[in-house]
């Protein structure tokens, strides 16, 4: 199982930029698909992006298309989400996801705080 510590979160203001990592103990994460996830106070946890093992081809969720950007360094291991024009209802706990499988993504860090003020 491939052991996930994120970064990077804080509280910004509305249409500023955040950089979030995610760093992967496991090397086998360079083959494995890697994602974001969120989870706002009060509402499931919820698919962000992801990222296949040759980096194209990401997807991304309606809510942040156009906004956010998943980029992957397999040298370093690290998983990475910038964060552009962001809005209050992005606020939420982010968290890095691993375990791809047809059910989503298996499993995720201790996640980061994000927090936007209007």
């Known amino acids: 199982q491939v052991h996930l510590a994120e970064s990077g979160g804080g509280l910004v203001q509305a249409g500023d930029s955040l950089r979030l990592s995610c760093a992967a103990s496991?090397?086998?994460?360079?083959?494995?698909?890697m994602g974001w996830l969120r989870q706002a106070p009060g509402k499931e946890r919820e698919f962000v992006a992801s990222i296949n093992p040759s980096g194209s081809d990401p997807n991304y969720a309606g809510s942040i298309w156009g906004r956010f950007i998943i980029s992957r360094d397999d040298a370093k291991n690290m998983i990475y989400l910038q964060m552009n024009d962001l809005k209050p209802e992005d606020t939420a706990v982010y968290y890095c996801?691993?375990?791809?499988?047809?059910?989503?993504?298996?499993?995720w860090g201790q996640g980061t705080q994000v927090t936007v003020a209007s």
């Open positions: 996801a691993a375990d791809f499988s047809a059910d989503g993504f298996g499993s």
């Open positions: 496991e090397r086998n994460s360079r083959t494995h698909i």
